[in-house]
C-alpha cells in the first residue's frame, strides 16, 4: 500500500535540511537557505530496518522578522498537519526553549497526530543533556537528542518515527479500492472533475489517513465497482510567496500520489502542457504510479481535424519521459467523455498489476537480442542471461547479465520496447533491475 509520510517542521537554521539529507542519503535539498530556490527536492523515499517511508522538509521560512517567523511556521506546522501521518518537530538544542517553539507545539499538540520531538545540535550527549531536558515543557513528549550534521542518535529517532506507522498501514491495507488522485496546477478543474463524477450522492471518506482537512477522499461508484478519488483541489492558502504557494501544492501532490494507485494528471486544454504540468506529472512518474493525461475543458477551443493530434504531440514532447501514458481528452463541466475515464483507469489497473511468465519474458528478450547484438566495450560484450517479473505496481523485472556497466540505458529501452510491443503495458512505467551473474565466464 502507500508509504507513510513524515513531515519536518522547525525555525529558521535549526537544522531541518541537515536531516532531510542525512536521512534521504545525497544532498538533494539545497542547506543554505536561499528565498525562491524551488528546484531543490522537498521530499524523498527513506527506508529504515526496512520500512519505506516519504519524508518531506516543509522549509519555507524566511527569518525577516520574528512575527513572520512565527505565522510561517505555523503554516509549516499546518500543511505538516494537513498531510502528515507523522511529524517531526525540530528544535535547537544550542538556541534553547523559544516563544516560537512553544506556540508550534501548542499546534501540534492539539492536531493529534504522532509528533517526534527532535532536539538538534547535540554534539556531545553528557554535555547538554541537562539542556535537552528543558524541552519536556513542551509538553508533547520525549526530547530525542540527535547531532544531524554529525550523525549521531539519529537511529533511535527513526525508530520512534517508525513506532508510529503500524496503525495507518493496517487500516489502509484492508480497503483494496481502486485509489485515483486528481492532480494537476490550480483552477484546471480537479474539483469540477470530482463533483460531476460523485454528482450529488457525495460521500466523504474522512477518517482514512492522510485525508488532509482541505482535500477530501470521495467515494465514485461506476458500473457497481466503487473508486476512492483522492482530490488534492484543496490548497487555497493565501500566501505572498509564489514559490511557498508552489512548494506547498507540491507536497500536497506528493501526498496524494502516495496513495494513488492511478493519478490523473489534469492539464487545461485552453493553455496546453506547461513546466508546471511536468514538475506535476514527474512526481507520478518517479513513484512508479499507472498515468492518465486528462486534458480537460476540451469543450472550450476551437478544433478541426488536426487538433487532436497537434494536443498529442505537444504533450508527448513535453512529458517525453513517459510515453506510456494514456492521454484522453474530457470536458469536466459538461461531462464529455467521461465514461472513458473509467474504461481507462481500469485497464491502466489491469497493466500495473499485470504478470508475466518467466518463459515467455525469456523467448522475447532471445528474440531481441538476435535482432539486435548487445553492446560491447574494450572487447567485451554483453551477454544477458535471463529475465524475470519480481513484482507489480508497477511491473518490475529483474535482468541477469555478465557486466552491468555494458547495459546501457538505450538498451534497456530497447528491451523495454519490446516487451511492450507484445503486451501493452499501457499507461504503466516499467521498471528494471540490472543484476549481475558472477558464475558465467563473460
Same mark, same amino acid.
Given at each position: 500500500?502507500?508509504?507513510?509520510?513524515?513531515?519536518?517542521?522547525? !525555525?529558521?537554521?535549526?537544522?531541518?535540511?541537515?536531516?532531510?539529507?542525512?536521512?534521504? @542519503?545525497?544532498?538533494?535539498?539545497?542547506?543554505?537557505?536561499?528565498?525562491?530556490?524551488?528546484? /531543490?527536492?522537498?521530499?524523498?523515499?527513506?527506508?529504515?530496518?526496512?520500512?519505506?517511508?516519504?519524508?518531506?522538509?516543509?522549509?519555507?521560512?524566511?527569518?525577516?522578522?520574528?512575527? *513572520?517567523?512565527?505565522?510561517?511556521?505555523?503554516?509549516?506546522?499546518?500543511?505538516? #498537519?494537513?498531510?502528515?501521518?507523522?511529524?517531526?518537530?525540530?528544535?535547537?538544542?544550542?538556541?534553547?526553549?523559544?516563544?516560537?517553539?512553544?506556540?508550534?507545539?501548542?499546534?501540534?499538540?492539539?492536531?493529534?497526530?504522532?509528533?517526534?520531538?527532535?532536539?538538534?545540535?547535540?554534539?556531545?550527549?553528557?554535555?547538554?543533556?541537562?539542556?535537552?531536558?528543558?524541552?519536556?515543557?513542551?509538553?508533547?513528549?520525549?526530547?530525542?537528542?540527535?547531532?544531524?550534521?554529525?550523525?549521531?542518535?539519529?537511529?533511535?529517532? %527513526?525508530?520512534?518515527?517508525?513506532?508510529?506507522?503500524?496503525?495507518?498501514?493496517?487500516?489502509?491495507?484492508?480497503?483494496? !479500492?481502486?485509489?485515483?488522485?486528481?492532480?494537476? +496546477?490550480?483552477?484546471?478543474?480537479?474539483?469540477? %472533475?470530482?463533483?460531476? =463524477?460523485?454528482?450529488?450522492?457525495?460521500? #466523504?471518506?474522512?477518517?482514512?489517513?492522510?485525508?488532509?482537512?482541505?482535500?477530501?477522499?470521495?467515494?465514485?461508484?461506476?458500473?457497481?465497482?466503487?473508486?476512492?478519488? *483522492?482530490?488534492?483541489?484543496?490548497? !487555497?492558502?493565501?500566501?505572498?510567496? +509564489?514559490?511557498?504557494?508552489?512548494?506547498?501544492?507540491? *507536497?500536497?501532490?506528493?501526498?496524494a500520489v502516495e496513495r494513488a494507485d492511478v493519478v490523473v494528471i489534469m492539464i487545461d486544454a485552453?493553455?496546453?502542457?506547461?513546466?508546471?504540468?511536468?514538475?506535476?506529472? @514527474?512526481?507520478?512518474?518517479?513513484?512508479?504510479? @499507472?498515468?492518465?493525461?486528462?486534458?480537460?475543458?476540451?469543450?472550450?477551443?476551437?478544433?478541426? /481535424?488536426?487538433?487532436?493530434?497537434?494536443?498529442?504531440?505537444?504533450?508527448?514532447?513535453?512529458?517525453?519521459?513517459?510515453?506510456?501514458?494514456?492521454?484522453?481528452?474530457?470536458?469536466?463541466?459538461?461531462?464529455?467523455?467521461?465514461? !472513458?475515464?473509467?474504461?481507462?483507469?481500469?485497464? &491502466?489497473?489491469?497493466?500495473?498489476?499485470?504478470r508475466v511468465a518467466t518463459g515467455v519474458l525469456n523467448e522475447i528478450m532471445a528474440e531481441a537480442?538476435?535482432?539486435?547484438?548487445?553492446?560491447?566495450?574494450?572487447?567485451?560484450? %554483453?551477454? %544477458?542471461?535471463?529475465?524475470?517479473?519480481?513484482? &507489480?505496481?508497477?511491473?518490475?523485472?529483474?535482468?541477469?547479465?555478465?557486466?552491468?556497466? =555494458?547495459?546501457?540505458?538505450?538498451?534497456?529501452?530497447?528491451?523495454?520496447?519490446?516487451?511492450?510491443?507484445?503486451?501493452?503495458?499501457?499507461?504503466?512505467?516499467?521498471?528494471? #533491475?540490472?543484476?549481475?551473474?558472477?558464475?558465467?565466464?563473460?
Amino acid at each position: 500500500m502507500s508509504k507513510p509520510i513524515v513531515a519536518i517542521v522547525g !525555525r529558521p537554521n535549526v537544522g531541518k535540511s541537515t536531516l532531510f539529507n542525512a536521512l534521504a @542519503g545525497e544532498n538533494i535539498s539545497i542547506v543554505k537557505d536561499t528565498p525562491g530556490v524551488t528546484r /531543490d527536492r522537498i521530499y524523498a523515499d527513506v527506508e529504515w530496518l526496512n520500512v519505506n517511508f516519504t519524508l518531506i522538509d516543509t522549509g519555507g521560512i524566511e527569518p525577516d522578522s520574528s512575527d *513572520i517567523i512565527l505565522s510561517q511556521m505555523r503554516e509549516q506546522a499546518q500543511i505538516a #498537519i494537513d498531510t502528515a501521518d507523522v511529524i517531526m518537530f525540530m528544535v535547537d538544542c544550542k538556541q534553547g526553549l523559544v516563544d516560537a517553539d512553544a506556540k508550534v507545539a501548542d499546534m501540534l499538540r492539539r492536531s493529534h497526530k504522532p509528533v517526534v520531538l527532535v532536539v538538534n545540535k547535540v554534539d556531545s550527549f553528557n554535555k547538554y543533556m541537562a539542556d535537552v531536558y528543558e524541552f519536556y515543557n513542551l509538553g508533547i513528549g520525549d526530547p530525542h537528542p540527535i547531532s544531524a550534521s554529525n550523525k549521531m542518535g539519529i537511529g533511535d529517532m %527513526l525508530d520512534q518515527v517508525i513506532a508510529h506507522f503500524h496503525m495507518e498501514e493496517m487500516e489502509e491495507a484492508e480497503d483494496d !479500492r481502486p485509489r485515483i488522485a486528481i492532480v494537476g +496546477k490550480p483552477n484546471v478543474g480537479k474539483s469540477s %472533475l470530482i463533483n460531476k =463524477l460523485s454528482g450529488e450522492n457525495r460521500l #466523504i471518506v474522512s477518517n482514512i489517513a492522510g485525508t488532509t482537512r482541505d482535500a477530501v477522499d470521495t467515494v465514485v461508484t461506476w458500473k457497481d465497482k466503487e473508486y476512492v478519488f *483522492i482530490d488534492t483541489a484543496g490548497l !487555497r492558502r493565501k500566501s505572498k510567496v +509564489k514559490e511557498e504557494l508552489e512548494r506547498y501544492s507540491i *507536497i500536497r501532490t506528493v501526498t496524494a500520489v502516495e496513495r494513488a494507485d492511478v493519478v490523473v494528471i489534469m492539464i487545461d486544454a485552453t493553455e496546453g502542457v506547461t513546466e508546471q504540468d511536468a514538475k506535476i506529472a @514527474g512526481i507520478a512518474h518517479d513513484r512508479g504510479k @499507472g498515468i492518465v493525461i486528462a486534458v480537460n475543458k476540451w469543450d472550450a477551443i476551437e478544433k478541426d /481535424d488536426k487538433t487532436i493530434y497537434k494536443y498529442t504531440n505537444d504533450i508527448r514532447q513535453v512529458l517525453s519521459y513517459m510515453p506510456y501514458a494514456e492521454i484522453i481528452f474530457i470536458s469536466a463541466e459538461t461531462g464529455q467523455r467521461l465514461p !472513458r475515464l473509467f474504461e481507462t483507469i481500469e485497464m &491502466v489497473i489491469e497493466n500495473q498489476t499485470l504478470r508475466v511468465a518467466t518463459g515467455v519474458l525469456n523467448e522475447i528478450m532471445a528474440e531481441a537480442v538476435a535482432l539486435q547484438q548487445p553492446p560491447s566495450d574494450k572487447g567485451k560484450r %554483453l551477454k %544477458l542471461y535471463y529475465i524475470t517479473q519480481v513484482s &507489480v505496481k508497477p511491473p518490475t523485472f529483474v535482468i541477469f547479465v555478465n557486466d552491468k556497466q =555494458l547495459m546501457h540505458f538505450s538498451y534497456t529501452r530497447y528491451l523495454e520496447n519490446k516487451i511492450r510491443d507484445t503486451f501493452g503495458f499501457k499507461g504503466t512505467s516499467l521498471k528494471f #533491475i540490472i543484476r549481475e551473474r558472477k558464475d558465467k565466464e563473460g
